[in-house]
C-alpha cells in the first residue's frame, strides 16, 4: 500500500556557499522560501521564514517527503529552525536513487529536460537576487516551479520505472532505471 500524504518539498536559501565558507556552511545558508506540494490536498504551499514552524509540521505529518538532493541539502539547511531531528523523516530523495544508480550526480535540470521536455526556469543564483532585491513572488514562483518538476520526476519514475538523463560518455540521452 503507497503512503496517503505524499509531500513534495524544495527550499530557497538566502545565502551562497561561498558565504558560508562551503558545504560544510549548510546550517548557516537560511531559508528564503520553502514550497511544498501535498497529494492528499492537490496543492502547494509558501513557507517564508517566520513560517517554518509550519512547514516542518507538514513535512512531520506527511507519510513521505519526496525531493531533489533534499537529504543532504535541504534538510541540513532547515535542521537549526527546529529540534526535530528531520533527517528520521520518511524520504524519497530523487538525487539520491539516480546518484546510486549511477554513481555520479545528475542535476533537476537535466532530468526535467530529458526526461519531460521542460527546463527550469532560473537557478540558486538568481533565487538569490530575487532574496536580495524583494522580488518574494518571483522567488516563490522559481521554488515552486522546483517542486512541480520534482513531482513531475517523481510520477514519471514511479509510472514507467526510469528517468532519462544525458549520457555524456555516449553522448545520447539514457535511461536510469528507478524503483519506487
Known sequence: MSPQNIVVFDLETQR??????????????????GVTYSYRDNRFRHYFEHELDRLVEELRQSDLVVGFNVRHFDYHVLQPYT????HTLPTLDILEHVHRALGFRVKLDTLAKHTLGITKGGNGLLALRWWRTGQL??????????????RRLYEFGRDNGYLVYWDNRLNRPARVYVSW
Open 16 to 33: 551562497d556557499f561561498a558565504e558560508v565558507g562551503g558545504r560544510s556552511g549548510l546550517a548557516l545558508m537560511g531559508v528564503s522560501v
Open 83 to 86: 529540534d526535530f531531528p528531520l
Open 137 to 150: 513572488d518571483l522567488l516563490r514562483d522559481y521554488c515552486q516551479q522546483d517542486v512541480e518538476i520534482t
